[in-house]
């Protein structure tokens, strides 16, 4: 038995400051993923996904990657999101320091992401400093940059690990899903501020303080925004001190013991879970391309089809680039973001049979008419699959920015449906396993700061604890497998169509050495292939009616 001190608390006056303060980091992890990195299948679990969204795919190719060289960097997310989360939150889970078992880890870790992200932001610069050689300083630039965007992936993989299980350490069972709403909703935040970034002509409005390009001031911003929304969660939140741990003396391995527990649970898994798993794993073949790709693919249309002559000869053609590809997500992220709000109204709440509508008499038959209609959130999720197919088939057709924006900006609903009905389908099987009460009635809003989290020095157990970490993080390998396979498929595309360097991008490459700018756009083509694991999903979704 494991022994205690103290009680969590949030600091705050009301319930919606304290939930603001406790998940405010998720700003700032979103706001470093929509720069550089993409986010790991856990990320999916509150949210959201962490993502190659924003300028670091083409600032790569601006380096003179080839995209086929660029999809294997884009590894490092969903390596990361497997071997990092497991390692830290057991390393966590066992912490005895005195300031926590999160926040030390998430404080370390965005030092760690912030000194990456100023790397990656000042990769020319930094080399250039040591080496004078043209040859080996473009060599050591591109590894530099690669070694940069791997410290970025894995420290903040650890912070998202850690600000996950700090809302679960600090709220009671009945605030748990308010909390991971919270989260979600700071996440989204967090993207559109992220998006909106990119999209403003920073050099213009700043100058050349922060840097002279586009992409150099986004990486300074990101690190000073994932350095303040860690503080204030950290400043905000007092944990629980973990004093001592007796482990089980029958357990002699025990550094396989996650290793061994998700085994012998996937071997396991219950029907409706494995069907919820397999759904997420289609689903999961589409999604990946678009979210590594897509902002390149609306910046690479405009220069295709719409950028005149002196703009495609740009000095910043990345920042160009960029900004045009942050406009159409900043728009993606907000369609998203009211979808989030908007759609649980749309939705009926799945087995929730108890709670009866009282509308105003005046209002009373339009609103008892419209819930006769309403569609149940395995509906709504068959459809975000169909309707996320159907924009993909129709990109090798864009041929014009704006027609590329409308697509992108239009999967911002299949999106928002994606983030929340998996988790909740799968919240409900596990408390269903763990004999927990129905979710509809652990959704009163009470205090946290007066909540008894379990008396100090004693152990507090949740029967559906060892559950959900182990269920989610079954879920978080059915998200992180699919980004390896789609990488490879988005390698074999590119190595066929586009097996050059970037034509709009890598302006001191050789003509011989760029790809041919009239022939199909891989990325395009990549992502109309993704689409067909999304048709399979919503084939695979369909069936948990019958499960």
């Known amino acids: 038995m494991s022994t205690w001190s103290g009680k969590p608390s949030v600091k705050?006056?009301?319930?919606?400051?304290?939930?603001?303060?406790?998940?405010c980091v998720s700003i700032g992890i979103t706001f470093v993923d929509n720069l550089s990195t993409t986010g790991s299948g856990a990320q999916l679990l509150i949210n959201n996904l962490q993502l190659h969204m924003g300028n670091c795919t083409p600032y790569l190719l601006s380096l003179g990657l080839s995209k086929g060289q660029t999809s294997l960097v884009w590894v490092a997310g969903p390596l990361s999101g497997l071997i990092v989360q497991p390692i830290i939150g057991v390393v966590a889970d066992e912490s005895t320091s005195k300031w926590g078992r999160r926040r030390p880890i998430i404080v370390i870790g965005s030092f760690i992401v912030a000194g990456s992200l100023l790397a990656l932001g000042f990769t020319k610069e930094i080399v250039d400093f040591f080496?004078?050689?043209?040859?080996?300083?473009?060599?050591?630039?591109?590894?530099?940059?690669?070694?940069?965007?791997?410290?970025?992936?894995?420290?903040?993989?650890?912070?998202?690990?850690?600000?996950?299980s700090l809302v679960v350490d600090t709220l009671p069972i009945s605030k748990q899903q308010t909390g991971a709403a919270w989260a979600s909703r700071m996440g989204s935040l967090g993207h559109i501020i992220g998006y909106a970034m990119g999209a403003i002509d920073l050099v213009g409005i700043f100058g050349t303080t922060l840097g002279d390009t586009q992409f150099k001031q986004l990486t300074v911003i990101a690190a000073l925004g994932m350095l303040a929304t860690s503080f204030i969660t950290c400043w905000a939140v007092s944990e629980r001190i973990l004093l001592s741990v007796r482990h089980d003396p029958r357990q002699t391995n025990v550094r396989f013991k996650v290793v061994r527990q998700i085994y012998s649970t996937v071997l396991t898994l219950p029907p409706r879970i494995q069907a919820i798993c397999n759904a997420v794993f289609w689903s999961w073949i589409g999604w990946f391309p678009f979210i590594v790709y897509s902002s390149t693919w609306v910046g690479e249309t405009y220069f295709r089809y719409d950028v005149s002559a002196d703009a495609r000869n740009s000095d910043d053609a990345l920042g160009d680039m960029g900004r045009i590809g942050s406009t159409a997500l900043t728009v993606y992220s907000t369609v998203s973001f009211i979808s989030a709000w908007v759609l649980p109204a749309l939705i009926q709440a799945p087995e929730d049979k108890s709670f009866t509508h009282r509308p105003p008499a005046s209002i009373a038959p339009l609103i008892n008419t419209f819930n006769q209609y309403k569609p149940d959130l395995l509906t709504a999720w068959i459809a975000g699959n169909v309707m996320f197919a159907g924009a993909m088939f129709i990109t090798p057709f864009a041929t014009s920015f704006r027609f590329a924006t409308a697509i992108v900006a239009l999967c911002?609903?299949?999106?928002?449906?994606?983030?929340?009905?998996?988790?909740?389908?799968?919240?409900?099987e596990v408390n269903k396993l763990s004999g927990?009460?129905?979710?509809?009635r652990s959704i009163e809003m009470?205090?946290?700061?007066?909540?008894?989290?379990?008396?100090?020095?004693?152990?507090?157990?949740?029967?559906?604890?060892?559950?959900?970490?182990?269920?989610?993080?079954?879920?978080?390998?059915?998200?992180?497998?699919?980004?390896?396979?789609?990488?490879?498929?988005?390698?074999?595309?590119?190595?066929?169509?586009?097996?050059?360097?970037?034509?709009?991008?890598?302006?001191?490459?050789?003509?011989?050495?760029?790809?041919?700018?009239?022939?199909?756009?891989a990325i395009a083509v990549t992502m109309f292939l993704?689409?067909?694991?999304?048709?399979?999903?919503?084939?695979?979704?369909?069936?948990?009616?019958?499960?």
């Open 12 to 23: 705050g006056n009301t319930e919606t400051m304290r939930m603001f303060l406790l998940t």
């Open 131 to 164: 080496i004078s050689d043209k040859d080996t300083a473009q060599l050591m630039t591109i590894v530099l940059a690669v070694l940069s965007l791997y410290s970025v992936d894995f420290s903040i993989n650890a912070v998202m690990s850690c600000g996950r």
């Open 412 to 428: 911002g609903i299949p999106w928002s449906v994606a983030g929340w009905a998996p988790t909740t389908f799968l919240g409900i």
């Open 436 to 440: 927990q009460p129905d979710p509809a």
């Open 446 to 521: 009470r205090d946290v700061s007066v909540l008894e989290m379990g008396k100090p020095d004693e152990e507090s157990n949740s029967s559906s604890g060892g559950l959900s970490g182990v269920y989610f993080g079954i879920l978080n390998i059915y998200v992180t497998i699919p980004q390896f396979l789609s990488t490879l498929m988005s390698g074999v595309v590119f190595a066929m169509l586009e097996p050059g360097k970037s034509p709009e991008l890598a302006h001191e490459a050789h003509p011989s050495e760029t790809a041919d700018p009239t022939g199909p756009n």
């Open 530 to 547: 993704g689409a067909l694991g999304s048709l399979v999903a919503a084939v695979v979704t369909k069936k948990l009616r019958y499960v």
